[in-house]
């Protein structure tokens, strides 16, 4: 009878794992994948040349962080009973979109990931790519909205697009064991952590897992690159558009900028516990949007207005640190994990921000201090933030100051104060690993760069290359771009090979295997090689390097860490 049993549990298991994985087949609209905590039922699509791939949709990979949960570290997901409807997305954070301002009122319950995969078997073991969305740690998703996976997964990879909590939710820093900040950095991990647990049951390697992202996602990639937390769980990264060494990304003055946000919501309190009480009991869309609310007089023109970021956590017992020193000192002293890196900006990511940098071109050329970045300009006197705002105004424009006249050199200057120069100071420090490097600029300029016709249409300024975030529109399929690339084979082309750099990448640690057309050079210290995407895919040295000199200069200048001879 004992083996009988053990025969016909034996055959109910074989049963359900080969329903489980019925779907490869095709013959299953709605495949059926066990993971840890449960089954999911997920549904199958197809690509743009018509083969199948299975979509998974709304999956929780914490609890959800409500009640008393608010603002702390995530907790492991609960088991669930039944099956649980893989097939629409979950709720997104709450938020403020960041293109309209508009409130997003979403749910706190929105710990959720997506996965796609073409194949369900479990010895697969397709590379595994992760995708941090940006947004300035305020606003976004991984939702299919703007994140369709169809052109990545057409070259056999698995992808999967995260939820993480944003802004307030998500960055709220007291200084205190509850709230020691970074709670939005700790969901990314326990994202990366389902993974590892669950991925080999979508058919991905939990050895060959890169994580990659775009702006406040890129410079997250970064970030756990050098957090203890996050050690093990990716072994390549992708960097779009962002470091952790850039001043955007790390926040100051966390809890007085806490006690800000208390007090325009109507509490005035001075006690933390009575703060976190107060802030706990708020609707959630009352915490979306007190960046601009928080700032100081100076926030208010100085850098981009990016402050509920992550932080350097104080220590506190039994409390895992996401962030337990400064970056520029973790990299500084190769305290980073070791894996192979693609990074690099797009062109003009200047553009982005050149409608505003006009309409307050009196402002600048009066107060030019105001382009002193943060990380510099809290370094000098107001003598020297003078002396450095003005040269950085005569480095770019000579005598003629912000105006539409100068509005390439303009774009220029934001392109490298906000993004360029850290890349470049990254790479420089990083390449003490030994890991290969591949630096990029991507100069694509075609009717797939949305965010540029929408930069020019609000400055009424026109110039040749891509703007931040127009390579999203080259990496992931949605309603914006669907149409073009349809229609258009050309555009077609060059979806195609974009992203089979980018998954050659993850598959094999070079973008540029084997017999690839294009030769893409590791970047070194002396040659500093990138290759400028665009039309012809150009390698060349060094790119915009007399604007990287200037920058590397002020730091110097300032006694920060830059890039000087005993380093090269």
């Not at 709605?30 to 449960?38: A, D, L, M, Q, R």
């Not at 606003?139 to 802004?167: A, K, W």
């Not at 937390?229 to 990264?237: E, I, V």
Request: charged residues 25%; negative net charge.
């Amino acid at each position: 009878m004992f083996l009988l049993r053990k025969l016909e549990g034996l055959l109910v298991r074989t049963k359900q794992n080969s329903s489980q994985f019925l779907s490869t087949s095709g013959t299953m609209s709605n495949p059926i994948v066990t993971v840890k905590e449960g089954k999911l039922k997920g549904a199958t699509k197809k690509l743009l040349d018509g083969s199948t791939y299975y979509s998974f949709k709304g999956i929780p990979y914490a609890q959800p962080p409500i009640g008393k949960l608010r603002f702390k570290a995530p907790l492991p997901p609960k088991p669930w009973e039944g099956i649980h409807e893989a097939i629409e997305h979950g709720a997104v954070c709450p938020q403020a979109d960041i293109t309209t301002m508009q409130l997003v009122e979403g749910s706190e319950n929105c710990l959720f990931l997506n996965v796609y995969s073409k194949s369900l078997q479990p010895d697969a073991k397709q590379p595994v790519m992760v995708f941090i969305h940006g947004g300035a740690y305020m606003s976004g998703s991984g939702d299919t909205d703007t994140l369709g996976p169809e052109f990545l997964i057409q070259h056999d990879v698995i992808l999967v697009t995260i939820n993480y909590r944003l802004e307030v939710l998500g960055f709220l820093c007291l200084d205190t064991a509850d709230v020691p900040g970074n709670a939005g950095m700790k969901d990314q991990v326990a994202a990366l952590r389902w993974v590892q647990s669950n991925i080999a049951q979508f058919g991905g390697d939990p050895n060959n897992v890169t994580l990659f992202g775009e702006s406040a996602g890129s410079a997250s990639v970064t970030q756990h690159m050098i957090s203890p937390m996050s050690k093990g769980l990716f072994h390549k990264a992708i960097a779009q558009s962002g470091t952790c060494l850039e001043d955007w990304s790390i926040g100051r003055n966390a809890k007085e900028r806490a006690f800000r946000a208390a007090r325009y919501l109507g509490n005035e309190t001075e006690n933390v516990d009575e703060l976190l009480e107060f802030l706990q009991g708020e609707p959630a869309t009352n915490l979306a949007h007190l960046t601009m609310k928080t700032r100081t007089p100076d926030e208010k023109f100085r850098g981009l207005p990016i402050h509920f970021t992550p932080v350097v956590e104080k220590p506190f017992d039994n409390v895992d640190r996401f962030l337990d020193e400064e970056p520029i000192d973790k990299v500084l002293t190769n305290k980073i994990h070791k894996v192979p890196l693609m990074i690099g900006y797009v062109s003009h990511e200047g553009l982005l921000m050149l409608a505003d940098r006009l309409r307050k071109a009196d402002l600048y050329n009066k107060e030019s201090h105001y382009l002193v970045p943060r990380d510099i300009a809290t370094k000098l006197s107001d003598e020297k933030r003078k002396e450095f705002g003005e040269r950085i105004l005569r480095f770019y424009t000579g005598d003629k100051g912000i105006s539409s006249e100068t509005a390439e050199a303009i774009v220029d200057m934001q392109t490298d104060l906000n993004f360029a120069y850290n890349t470049h100071r990254f790479a420089h420090y990083y390449s003490a690993t030994n890991e290969p490097i591949y630096l990029y600029r991507f100069s694509f300029d075609t009717e797939l760069n949305f965010i540029k016709s929408i930069a020019v249409g609000q400055s009424q300024v026109d110039m040749k290359g891509a703007c931040h975030a127009d390579d999203l529109f080259y990496l992931f399929n949605n309603e914006m771009n669907k149409d073009f690339i349809e229609k258009k084979d050309y555009l077609k082309k060059i979806v195609f090979d974009v992203t089979k750099l980018w998954t050659d990448f993850a598959k094999t640690g070079n973008p540029t295997p084997g017999d690839s057309s294009v030769r893409w050079v590791p970047y070194t210290r002396a040659g500093k090689e990138f290759l400028d995407l665009n039309h012809s895919m150009t390698p060349g040295h060094n790119p915009e390097g007399p604007r990287i000199d200037f920058w590397n200069k002020l730091y110097c200048d300032a006694g920060l860490p830059c890039i000087t001879k005993s380093t090269l």
